[in-house]
């Protein structure tokens, strides 16, 4: 006599993987996709899935591997692997217009998307701060996510500019003019020229044409 059983496919365990990992997961996260390696038989009657916690490194395509455990009265009668694939949201600083190469970003230039994270690059910037009054590297495309490799500080003194220095050596406070031997952005190190007398020196860049010098 064939014994009676009940067939569970992917159908069937997917809801479950579904709702069970998506309790579990950080907020913006969800599960994407579940592929259940085959189906299993069990005996016929009531039945619970456990589902374990999702490998921690993925596989090709971003698939982690989890493990089901099917129960019946408090016994395992069934393990199956299955593959999920987590898709995590997030904000992202979009491009609201055309941007030309090393232009100034500003606010009206920018929006806030939420976006699928796990499909874009690390490196795609979250807030409007980290963006605005920075230079365009390349040209941006309206819609595009930005990254911190698609901008760049803002030159604020260029090589070859003539600077005012702010001198501050043993208590006394100096302003004197001298030429700027790099081109630097706002907080950054450049090398100078004191126009009186004529010697290097190194200072931090402080404003438009402004560079601060510490001895």
């Avoid at 456990?50 to 490194?57: I, L």
């Avoid at 455990?69 to 395992?76: F, P």
């Avoid at 702010?166 to 081109?183: Q, Y």
């Avoid at 020229?193 to 560079?211: A, I, P, Y």
Wanted: net charge neutral.
């Amino acid at each position: 006599m064939t014994r009676a059983y009940q067939l569970l496919d992917e159908s069937a365990l997917r809801p479950v993987v579904e709702a069970q990992l998506g309790d579990r997961l950080p907020p913006g996260d969800r599960v994407d996709v579940v592929e259940v390696q085959r189906a299993v038989r069990i005996p016929l009657g009531a039945y619970e899935v456990e589902v374990g916690d999702p490998a921690a490194r993925g596989t090709g395509g971003g698939y982690r591997r989890t493990d089901l455990r099917v129960l019946q009265q408090g016994s395992v009668v069934a393990n199956v692997a299955a593959r999920v694939k987590i898709a995590s949201f997030g904000p992202v600083v979009v491009v609201r217009q055309p941007i030309a190469r090393g232009a100034l970003l500003r606010d009206e230039d920018l929006r806030v998307e939420e976006l699928r994270l796990d499909e874009l690059p690390s490196t795609v910037l979250s807030d409007l701060s980290e963006a605005v009054g920075k230079e365009a590297r390349v040209a941006l495309a309206a819609g595009k996510p930005l990254t911190l490799q698609s901008l760049t500080t803002a030159a604020l003194v260029k090589r070859g500019d003539l600077v005012r220095l702010t001198i501050e050596r043993g208590g006394l406070r100096l302003s004197v003019s001298g030429e700027a031997l790099e081109t630097a952005g706002a907080g950054e190190r450049v090398r100078v020229v004191n126009d009186s007398s004529k010697r290097e020196l190194v200072g931090q860049v402080v404003g438009h044409g402004t560079v601060h010098v510490v001895y």
